[in-house]
């Protein structure tokens, strides 16, 4: 396939979220013994998962199934107040890989039904991250996917307060917000806005090239919400033709023109080089930035502690002094795309 040129998204791919996610599973499986255990998919991209299975992890979708003592993470998209009282009850090592985006909806959650507000929480209904959201308190939450859901609502009662899944579409958002405006005149937001800002970038970044492309790949995995919005974001942008694909493999053999190339926060860049080399564009790669992202969320409290405590117990044991630097000195500058390539190649 020879296309005419390739307009590259950017912001793209890992959010600071994901980052942090995959190389605290990286350092799980440099420190244990296989197998180490993640509850649910670490992120929502086969690529990384099946990377991870390959290096000895046990993906599980219920902490019962995780043996007792073994080594156990909590995935990206958070969990229910009970899975992770079950999980550290297990007696093994638990990080909690938590986006801290996530952790800031749960306090929300909890804070406004210790208030006694009725919480109308905006999700897909299933969503590893909406159904751990909705459990911190599921007496006072109602999950709304659309403007009918709202309608439909019973007399609530009392105040009322509107939250959101971290990884909706702009479109998937206004239409309930205007909806429930309209039927709360008092609702309760938030003073910033629950959409991730990693999310919010790379659909900026995706409508900047849509209009100016016959064609748009967005790449990533159908089970990650924010892939699945970035598709919504093309056809909404007038895009006449657009693709959501796992890899280059699906790519169609009759794409020409210029074609613009973005993927989910959950993808990998490989997946990204990849398609462009499928593509293989005569003209070039042209990338197009709205925005730098810098954001950056250091590894989980309990590997930082781990990490600590083997540099002392070493030190101790063969009398020598504790390193200089600590294990995540150069965290910030690693990319989990690199992590991810090293724990391949050995």
């Known amino acids: 396939m020879d296309v005419d040129r390739v307009l590259l998204a950017a912001p793209r791919g890992f959010c600071?979220?994901?980052?942090?996610?995959?190389?605290?599973?990286?350092?799980?499986?440099?420190?244990?013994?296989?197998?180490?255990?993640?509850?649910?998919?670490?992120?929502?991209?086969?690529?990384?998962?099946?990377?991870?299975?390959?290096?000895?992890v046990v993906f599980v979708d219920d902490v019962s199934e995780v043996p007792p003592g073994a080594p156990l993470m909590l995935s990206a998209h958070g969990s229910a107040p009970e899975v992770v009282e079950a999980a550290r009850a297990g007696g093994g090592f638990v990080v909690d890989a938590v986006?801290?985006?996530?952790?800031?909806?749960?306090?929300?959650?909890?804070?406004?039904?210790?208030?006694?507000?009725?919480?109308?929480?905006?999700?897909?209904?299933?969503?590893?991250?909406?159904?751990?959201?909705?459990a911190v308190a599921p007496e006072s939450t109602h999950l709304v996917e659309t403007e009918e859901a709202v309608a439909a609502l019973t007399d609530l009662g009392g105040p009322v307060a509107l939250l959101a899944q971290t990884t909706l579409s702009?479109?998937?958002?206004?239409?309930?917000?205007?909806?429930?405006?309209?039927?709360?005149?008092?609702?309760?937001?938030?003073?910033?806005?629950?959409?991730?800002?990693?999310?919010?970038?790379?659909?900026?970044?995706?409508?900047?090239?849509?209009?100016?492309?016959?064609?748009?790949?967005?790449?990533?995995?159908?089970?990650?919400?924010?892939?699945?919005?970035?598709?919504?974001?093309?056809?909404?942008?007038?895009?006449?033709?657009?693709?959501?694909?796992?890899?280059?493999?699906?790519?169609?053999?009759?794409l020409s023109g210029v074609v613009g190339v973005t993927?989910?926060?959950?993808?990998?860049?490989?997946l990204v080089r990849e398609v462009i080399a499928r593509l293989n564009p005569t003209r070039g790669v042209e990338e197009v930035t709205v925005t730098n992202e810098d954001e950056y969320f250091p590894p989980p409290r309990e590997l930082r502690e781990l990490l600590s405590a083997l540099d002392a117990v070493a030190s101790v044991t063969l009398g020598t002094a504790p390193p200089a630097r600590s294990a995540f000195a150069d965290d910030r500058q690693r990319a989990a795309s690199d992590v991810l390539d090293a724990l391949a190649s050995g």
Request: glycine share 10%; aromatic share 8%.
């Open 16 to 56: 600071a979220g994901v980052e942090m996610a995959i190389k605290a599973l990286g350092w799980m499986v440099r420190v244990f013994e296989p197998p180490v255990y993640c509850y649910h998919e670490i992120v929502h991209n086969g690529v990384v998962v099946d990377r991870f299975r390959r290096l000895g």
């Open 99 to 134: 986006c801290p985006l996530v952790t800031k909806v749960h306090h929300e959650v909890k804070v406004r039904a210790g208030k006694g507000f009725s919480i109308l929480y905006v999700g897909h209904e299933g969503h590893d991250e909406a159904v751990g959201t909705m």
């Open 170 to 254: 702009h479109q998937d958002w206004a239409g309930v917000l205007d909806a429930a405006r309209q039927r709360f005149p008092d609702l309760w937001m938030p003073g910033k806005s629950d959409l991730c800002f990693a999310t919010t970038n790379r659909q900026s970044a995706l409508t900047e090239i849509a209009t100016k492309a016959d064609a748009i790949v967005v790449i990533g995995s159908a089970n990650s919400s924010n892939t699945v919005a970035l598709e919504k974001e093309a056809r909404n942008a007038g895009c006449p033709l657009v693709y959501r694909v796992n890899g280059p493999g699906e790519l169609p053999d009759d």
């Open 263 to 270: 993927a989910g926060a959950s993808a990998p860049e490989e």
